[in-house]
């Protein structure tokens, strides 16, 4: 445990392994490729994408349900 980068959540137990090999949430996110650093670009691509699908939804019904209904 020296060397060990996470923690052990009771040292005492014996028949329990408590290890954890993260000692803060930000050493798990940089192993996932997110980083704190980035955040606004990451909530902004995410906002894109729910607005994006909105309008699509609302053109894929406009196209097919109410524009044929003005023919």
């Known amino acids: 445990m020296t060397t ?3 923690y052990l959540a009771n040292p005492n137990d014996t028949s329990n392994c408590g290890y954890c090999e993260f000692s803060k949430g930000e050493d798990y996110m940089n192993g ?3 980083h704190y650093n980035q955040r606004w670009r990451d909530w902004g691509l995410g906002i894109l994408f729910i607005v994006s699908n909105i309008a699509v939804a609302y053109g894929m019904t406009y196209m097919v ?7």
């Open 4 to 6: 060990a980068v996470g």
């Open 32 to 34: 996932t490729g997110y």
């Open 65 to 71: 349900r109410i524009r044929p209904l003005y023919k």
